[in-house]
Nanobody
Framework: VQLQASGGGLVQVGESLRLSCRPS????????VSWFRQAPGTDREFVAG????????YYADSVKGRFTISEDNAKSAVYLQMDSLRPEDAAVYYC???????????????????????WGQGTQVTVSS
């Protein structure tokens, strides 16, 4: 499935952005959906995700309390509300979807990029100090 990510931009430290991820021609009803990010010279890292069945939400420790992942009632879009942005949040953000199987406490597969089979094109987030 094709994913369309949008909402990135340039903000000041402490400001907010909301990213959106929409699938083309379908919904997320049978998929886990997550956001990952990658800054220059670093590995891609998990940011936040919603599991496939229970719609449980998980967050990276670095964004807990500042970022919120949500979805609309029709499961036609997933959002990442990013508040209190910091310079270290600057990266290209990618949404990803897939039938990620949760096994084990905390659903570790959610944090593995290889567990997803669909990726959006990425949206740039720049945080200026």
């Amino acid at each position: 499935v094709q994913l369309q990510a949008s909402g990135g931009g340039l903000v000041q430290v402490g400001e907010s952005l909301r990213l959106s991820c929409r699938p083309s021609g379908r919904t997320f009803s049978d998929s886990a959906v997550s956001w990952f990010r990658q800054a220059p010279g670093t590995d891609r890292e998990f940011v936040a995700g919603i599991t496939k069945n229970q719609r449980t939400k998980y967050y990276a420790d670095s964004v807990k309390g500042r970022f919120t992942i949500s979805e609309d009632n029709a499961k036609s879009a997933v959002y990442l509300q990013m508040d209190s942005l910091r310079p270290e949040d600057a990266a290209v953000y990618y949404c990803a979807a897939g039938r990620v199987i949760c096994s084990g406490y905390g659903c570790p597969n959610m944090r593995r990029g290889t567990a997803y089979d669909s990726w959006g094109q990425g949206t740039q987030v720049t945080v200026s100090s």
